[in-house]
């Protein structure tokens, strides 16, 4: 029987709360809130996606997310570099590809992605694999809105959700001067 892939799991800090890091050797395959109700669910899907065992501690990945974060929060970053892989169905993937592409300091709504997807009429299953995103902040999901505007769902609250667009607004307000 083959070895199980290890996984590194580790928290990070941020100016809005804890977030777990997991990653493998050569990507990161979750961050997410400490504290969303979905933590416990993803991790399985991480679990079963790579036949993986969980093993807490530091990696590169994982120091490479918090240094980024970091300068993320500190309004010096504005487009991650991190190695990514998040297996899911190839609507998910299309999904997850498009939230890579909405810019910093702006905000789309699920239609728009469900139409930049080739999927007009899919708007709800858009939501739903904007829920499903296991990496908070680098796949941007909490710059999806309401079409007619309103902050709408975010697994890590949407206190965080007007936080991350404040900071994100300011960033590309300020680098206009």
Not at 27 to 39: A, G
Not at 68 to 78: H, I, K, P, W
Request: aromatic residues 6%.
């Amino acid at each position: 029987m083959p070895e199980s892939t290890i996984v590194h799991v580790a928290e990070i800090d941020t100016p809005i709360g804890e977030m777990l890091a997991a990653a493998s050797d050569t990507h990161l395959v979750l961050l997410e809130f400490s504290h969303r109700h979905m933590l416990e669910t993803q991790l399985e899907r991480v679990s079963r996606a790579f036949d993986c065992v969980f093993e807490r501690g530091d990696s590169p990945i994982i120091a490479l997310v918090r240094t980024q974060l970091a300068e993320y929060f500190r309004g010096d970053r504005t487009e991650f570099e991190v190695p990514i892989h998040v297996p899911g169905t190839p609507f998910q993937t299309r999904v997850w590809e498009e939230l890579r592409r909405i810019p910093i300091g702006t905000t789309t709504s699920y239609a728009r992605v469900a139409q930049a997807i080739g999927e007009p009429l899919a708007v709800r299953a858009v939501a739903r694999a904007n829920g499903d995103n296991r990496v908070a902040i680098l796949i941007p999901c909490h710059r999806v809105i309401g079409s007619d505007g309103s902050l709408t769902g975010y697994g890590g609250g949407l206190w965080r959700k007007k936080r991350l667009l404040d900071l994100e607004a300011r960033v590309q307000a300020l680098s206009l001067f």
